[in-house]
Structure formats: C-alpha cells, structure tokens
C-alpha cells in the first residue's frame, strides 16, 4: 500500500518543519480589492513588494501540495474489507484532497495560510464575496510551478516563473479530471466553484526573523 502521511511527506520533500494541511488553514487578511489581478502578477519591485523567496522552496511548496493532493489507499468494500484482484493483491484507488473555501469560514474575500517551507509562505484567497470555491491541491500546485512535468513556457506562467520575487496567479482547475467527480452536482448548480481561488506566494516572515 502506497500510503503517504504528510509526516512522511515533510521527510521526503524538505527538511524543514511544515505546517499541516488542513481543511481550512490559518485565517489572514479579509479584504475584496476593486480590480485585484487574478492572472499571473509578480511582486516585482515597481508594481509590487519583492518578498526574496527561494525559487528551490517554491518548488518544494509546489511538489508537497502535489503529493498532498492524491495519495493511493486500499479499496475497501461497504463492509469496510480489501478487495483483491484475482491475483489475490490487494486493490488500490486514489484519494483525492481539496481545499474548500466559503463566505462563512473566508468572508469578505479571507486569505488562508495552507502552507509554508523555510522561505515560502503559500496562501490562498477567495476573490468573491458570495460564493464558495473549492479546488484540488493538484491544481494549487500547478499554480505554483506549471505542472508536474511543467516546459519552460509552463514555469514562466507559473508563480514560479516570478523567481525570488513571488507572485499570485488564481488557480485553474482541472474540472474533466475524475477528482472533481464528487462535486460536479454541486457545481452544476451553483453550490460551490472551481473558480475565483487564487494563490500567493509570499515570504514567511516568521521563518525570516527566526534566521536573524
């Protein structure tokens, strides 16, 4: 069985303590902002504060939320038992995670801290006030770093391609994939979206002061 605890994630993908995954992360800001850009945008010195991340700790961010965001476990019958295959081997299937984010627990456009590594901070935004998103941690990774067998052009339309300065970019969701299955009804009729999450990378203060 290919089971991967984020305990075993965190030794795997950087030596640095991480900050669990949870459902919802840590409240920040709460502000909608008339016009906020929601395609690539770099904090780049003259339309923004360069926030001198590490490029290798965006990847890492990128690769832990993409390991976080499937992992396989056993099949399991409605008695809760294995299934085997008629070779006798245990079955597996994927076990897909998401963030979710609503106007109760992220009113008025609320940021979330969903994860940090050394240098980098990764949070998330909900760009509207009246709607509730959700996307899978596969996507939020593609945000970050262009996909997993990203090309150059990939990268440079990826927060990543903003170098140590970091950036946003909202998250595209991949809504033909099968992990959005259990919510296709509910996008269907306007419960919840794929839409309108977008993802920052900015500097981990705290990390920051803790090496001064």
Known sequence: MKFLSLFALAAQAVSAALLPIEARGQLM???????EIQTLFCYKRGQGTPQNV????????ASA?????????EKLDQNGNPVFDDNGLSIEEPFYR???MN??????CGEWTIFRVRSVLVAAKLMVRRKNAVVWYNDIANAIDGGEFASD?????????????GGSREVKATVAHEAYD???????DGTKSPTDIV????????WKNAQD
Not at 29 to 35: D, I, L, S, V
Not at 199 to 206: T, W
């Open 29 to 35: 800001a709460r502000e909608c902002y008339p016009g």
């Open 54 to 61: 590490e490029v290798n700790d965006i990847a890492a961010a």
């Open 65 to 73: 939320l993409r390991q976080w965001g499937m992992e396989w476990r």
């Open 98 to 100: 998401y963030l979710e």
């Open 103 to 108: 106007t109760t627990t992220a009113p008025n």
């Open 153 to 165: 052009a990939d990268k440079k339309a990826a927060i990543i391609g903003c170098g140590t300065d």
């Open 182 to 188: 259990p919510y296709r009804a509910a996008f269907n």
């Open 199 to 206: 993802i920052k990378i900015v500097e981990d203060i705290d």
